[in-house]
């Protein structure tokens, strides 16, 4: 199975200010169509997952362009550029290469 | 309306069967991948396996392969997750999500099943 590494576990950030999570791979999630198998998925309190970004980099339809993810082969990130209120939740990254798809363990990001 | 609905809480005796389900509207069904995704605090979020409900094709994760049943109905847009023998530890939240079978997008989730085994 593929294993995913996030980072880091939790986050806290201030509003307005930007945030980075990092998303590692132990085996290159690059396709030979040149997309990379990887989602972004936030959990809400008391909420379904809803993803963010897929294939990578491509940002979900409705989903705010204060989010991008960016990324390559094992190395991913998610960033925000500014963090609004309510962004707080727990962030999974996701590999969708091979099955069994394989989620990292979460980035909670809460308030200071 | 596009929605993944999925059936109601369960609470269950250690070795009882249970079927879930995950209805489809508002979508051509036929034309995703039905995932089933396991949440529990411990664990986290755990990948199942899937279902292409245009043939039933199956993928299964091998932590769960023999365990559970992943089945689904076309002719009425439905997907299941089912246990013939449930343990305590299968208590957890079930989820059903979409993804395109061409594009690879992944945009909807069911609201989850919580499934509760306790003697």
């Known amino acids: 199975d593929i294993v995913m590494t996030q980072s880091p576990l939790s986050l806290p950030v201030t509003p307005g200010e930007p945030a980075s999570i990092s998303c590692r791979s132990n085996q290159s999630l690059l396709y030979t169509n040149g997309y990379n198998y990887l989602d972004w998925y936030l959990q809400k309190p008391g909420q379904s997952p809803q993803v963010l970004v897929y294939?990578?980099?491509n940002r979900a339809y409705g989903v705010p362009d204060r989010f991008s993810g960016s990324g390559s082969g094992t190395d991913f990130t998610l960033k925000i550029s500014r963090v609004e209120a309510e962004d707080v939740g727990v962030y999974y990254c996701m590999q969708a290469l091979q099955t069994p798809f394989t989620f990292g363990g979460g980035t909670k990001v809460e308030i200071k | 309306e596009v929605q993944l609905v999925q059936s109601g809480a369960e609470v269950k005796k250690p070795g009882e069967s249970l079927r879930i389900s995950c209805k489809g509207s508002g979508f051509s069904f036929i034309s995703y991948w039905i995932n089933w995704v396991r949440q529990t605090p411990e664990k986290g979020l755990e990948w199942m396996g899937r279902i292409d409900p245009r043939d039933s094709y199956t993928n299964y994760s091998p932590s769960f392969h023999g365990h559970v049943t992943i089945s689904a109905d076309k002719s009425i847009t439905t997907a299941y997750l089912q246990w013939s023998s449930l343990k305590a530890s299968d208590s957890a939240i079930y989820y059903c999500a979409r993804r395109d079978t061409l594009t690879n997008y992944p945009d909807l989730w069911g609201q989850g099943t919580l499934v509760t085994v306790s003697s």
């Open positions: 294939l990578g980099s």
